[in-house]
């Protein structure tokens, strides 16, 4: 099952209580995803303990094929996003819990 932000949001509210809105959580998610992609950007690594590391891998130039075609096309040098995730995190999924 693929959990979208609207379900996170949902998930969040619910979580929360009467005391936040919807529209609230959905704010601050939003927020929390802006400053992260702000951050990534910038070049910066995001730690976030017990979860993981979100940061930027430099991808290096290469000469790829049009499958159609056969042509060479060149692909610049790119910034990817990179997660990794942390022992904890790992060690959770691999329990079930």
Known sequence: MTITKANLVEEVAKEIGPRVTK??????????????????????RIELRG????STKLRKPKLARNPKTKEPVNIPPRRVPVFKASRLLKGTIAKGS
Do not use: C
């Not at 979860?51 to 979100?54: P, R």
């Open 23 to 44: 529209r609230d959580v959905g704010r601050i998610v939003q927020g929390f995803m802006d400053e992260m992609i702000k951050t990534l950007i910038q070049g910066n």
């Open 51 to 54: 979860f993981g590391v979100f």
